[in-house]
């Protein structure tokens, strides 16, 4: 091959810039490709969780195993699930009494006894998973997101800890986390959920109150459980599409 | 040739600052924009994955049954046979990959028989509740009955 020092000297140059490029251009193909987890397809799956108020017994273990679980901090105030226990007066059901001591966590003194001038019930909250939701819509830089099966996540790299999504949230299902001063809501315990196992809440409630769902999945029971019940969501006029399904729950509920 | 604009000089400086700015945004975007963002929806799908990272604390109920078959087979026939091992006995997703290593303690009956079973309002009246010291008058709810199993003999 005869080449003389111009060519030779230019096919360099070329070279030279072009071979980091590749690089550049491998390294961002490669980065790109390791979001799926080994046997776990997200397209397969559209999470919901199906609550039944009738089943609740105010134990507060759901509430002691989701903070066990992804290390929420201990003190009130921060939760990613709670309970709230109702007294709704019969000939006033729009001013309920709601109380929630530590979200629950310890349970729940007696402080009332059934006198029939009021129905008092548990009602376990978390993040409603919402399919349009107002948390996601205002963040400024993408940090919270709908994962494509169904999950409202929080890039907690990205977060700037601003609290537009906190006062988004119609429900009151996010927290900034003290000390990493970014927000922390519910992950419906993605990393159980991917792999094969059911949330902390669902695997530690003694009476089968709150299910995890697979909407995607016709075989989950969750589909005759929607049939079968009378279902609601919370506050259904904020349009936010809510994926977590309350059975028996009572209008006095916000 | 006729000249349309008079003065196009400040114009022309003004699109070259626009250029100058727009080429300086495409570098830093480059840069600070992280990789993948946007291929699932305004997000970084690398986000996916660090949620998923964590490892559960809480095992698998199946991997309880593995060696601890005694239990399982005291608590058939019991109302306590749909509370999974774990609501009582805690997280133990530790103790269930290296049994020796964590040996969990054991769960005080006094409250945590309590937590469900303590007479509430709230609680469903079907489901079984009692004021402790009407019930029992301050004697442990083990000297009666096996959480496994809790129902009384005979019953």
């Known amino acids: 091959m005869d080449i003389d020092r111009r060519q030779f000297i230019l096919l360099a140059g070329k070279a030279l810039v072009l071979t980091p490029a590749a690089a550049v251009v491998l390294a961002r193909l490669a980065a790109g490709q390791a979001a799926e987890a080994p046997g776990y397809e997200m397209a397969r799956h559209w999470w919901a969780m199906a609550i039944d108020i009738e089943k609740c017994i105010g134990c507060g273990n759901c509430v002691r195993a989701c903070k066990a679980e992804n290390d929420v901090p201990r003190e009130p105030a921060y939760f990613r699930t709670w309970v709230e226990r109702y007294h709704v007066p019969v000939d006033d059901p729009e001013h309920p009494l709601v109380d929630s001591p530590d979200g629950g966590f310890d349970g729940f003194p007696a402080r009332r006894t059934a006198d029939g001038q009021a129905k008092d019930f548990f009602v376990p909250k978390l993040c409603n998973h919402c399919a349009q939701s107002p948390c996601v819509q205002v963040c400024p830089v993408g940090a919270t997101f709908d994962s494509p099966d169904g999950v409202v996540l929080v890039d907690k790299t990205r977060c700037l800890g601003c609290r537009y999504c906190v006062q988004a949230c119609p429900y009151g299902c996010r927290f900034i986390d003290p000390r990493t001063r970014v927000v922390d809501k519910c992950t419906l315990c993605y990393h159980r959920i991917t792999r094969g196992e059911t949330t902390a809440c669902c695997e530690t409630c003694p009476t089968g109150a709150r299910r995890l769902g697979d909407l995607k999945d016709p075989r989950d029971p969750i589909h005759d459980w929607l049939r079968t019940n009378m279902v609601q969501v919370l506050k259904p006029q904020m349009a936010t599409h809510a994926k977590v399904y309350y059975a028996n729950l009572d209008g006095a509920v916000r | ?155």
């Open chain 2, 1 to 155: 040739m006729v000249r349309r604009f008079r003065d196009t000089g400040h114009l022309l400086r003004l699109a070259g600052l626009f250029a100058l700015g727009g080429g300086l945004f495409a570098i830093a975007s480059l840069f600070m924009v992280p990789d993948g963002f946007g291929r699932y929806g305004h997000y970084r799908p690398g986000a996916l994955a660090d949620n998923r990272a964590p490892a559960p604390r809480y095992a698998d109920t199946a991997s309880c049954a593995g060696c601890h078959d005694d239990i399982v087979a005291a608590r058939q026939g019991s109302r306590h046979v749909q509370v999974r091992c774990q609501a009582c006995h805690g997280p133990l997703a530790a103790h269930a990959a290296d049994p020796a290593a964590d040996t969990p303690a054991r769960p005080d009956a006094a409250t945590l028989c309590l937590n469900c079973h303590r007479q509430l309002a709230a609680r469903p009246a079907a489901f079984p509740q009692i004021e402790p010291v009407d019930h029992a008058g301050g004697e442990s709810c083990l000297s009666c009955h096996n959480p496994h199993h809790p129902e009384p003999e005979g019953s």
